[in-house]
């Protein structure tokens, strides 16, 4: 399953299920569920205020501070699915994900199948973003040593 092994690739996501009128957040070891009313009788989501909340306050509880970078956020659509989701489905769980503060968001149909499988990102890894930070800087003093010269040569 496409889900399982993403899941494994990025151990920092989470985990939203979206059932009718309920949201299951998996991550790390903790699953957290809210209730309430955003399903219609054809559609799983109805009401977009009253899901995004619903999201919103889920990510909140596993988001330890603001230093700590937005998350990779995995939805996956569990009911009302049986003619597979539209494009405004898609759009709308999207838009619910990136609304919630995910700095990725990725969709998966109820057997766990990415719906759009160009889009994942490959796995964060600290050392290139240590290097990356530390050739930034290194540019950085390079721009201001240059300038001093040029100042003090003039």
Known sequence: MALQQDLVLHPNARLVQIYVDRMLLSYATKQITEHAN???LR???DNFAVAENVLHKL???TTAGMLQPAPYLFIQAMERTEAGLTFVELRALRELGFNSGASFVAIYNEQGKLLEPDQ???PYNPTHFKLLVSMTIGVILLILVLGLIHFLSS
Do not use: A, N, T, V
Request: glycine content about 0%; aromatic content about 8%; proline content about 8%.
């Open 120 to 122: 994942l990102p490959k």
């Open 38 to 40: 955003f399903s219609h």
């Open 59 to 61: 990510m909140k509880q």
């Open 43 to 45: 559609s799983l989501i």
